[in-house]
């Protein structure tokens, strides 16, 4: 009898839930929204040209340095041109110690280059900084003579 009761509840549900859905008796219409912004307009520019630049030799003199007391750090570099030709020279410290100074020469037909060292190179003592490995555990007590 229950079920009976509740097949009708539902079949009663179902006919009210069709009076009560929404009717659209036209199909919605959608138009494009109005522009927010004035279109732009895009023109053709003017062909790029490459800007015509002098048939001028380089000629150029620079020269910087580094010196920190605070680091130990050194090093410097200059260099003159002259067209075709140019002439420089550069040094650092080395970490051993060492000074190492190159001259170059180019005179438009390759680099050239002399390297010359000053001082002799000093490798210290290594010293690891950590602790040494601790000895091995002794070895276990040999068991009492009444034993063996």
Do not use: C, W
Request: glycine share 6%; net charge negative.
């Amino acid at each position: 009898m229950a079920l009976k009761e509740l097949i009708i509840a539902m079949v009663v549900v179902v006919v009210v839930a069709e009076d009560l859905a929404p009717v659209y008796h036209t199909t919605p219409s959608y138009h494009t929204p109005e522009p927010y912004h004035q279109p732009v307009s895009y023109h053709q520019s003017a062909p790029y040209h490459q800007p015509a630049y002098p048939e001028v030799p380089p000629k150029y003199t620079y020269n910087y340095g580094v010196s920190d007391g605070y680091t130990g750090v050194n090093f410097g570099h200059s260099e003159v041109r002259d067209g075709y030709k140019t002439e420089g020279s550069y040094s650092v410290d080395l970490p051993d110690g060492r000074k190492q100074n190159v001259n170059y020469v180019d005179n438009g037909d390759g680099l050239e280059a002399q390297v010359t060292y000053k001082g002799e190179a000093r490798h210290p003592e290594h010293r690891p900084s950590y602790p040494a490995h601790p000895s091995p555990y002794p070895p276990p007590p040999s068991p009492p003579s009444e034993y063996v």
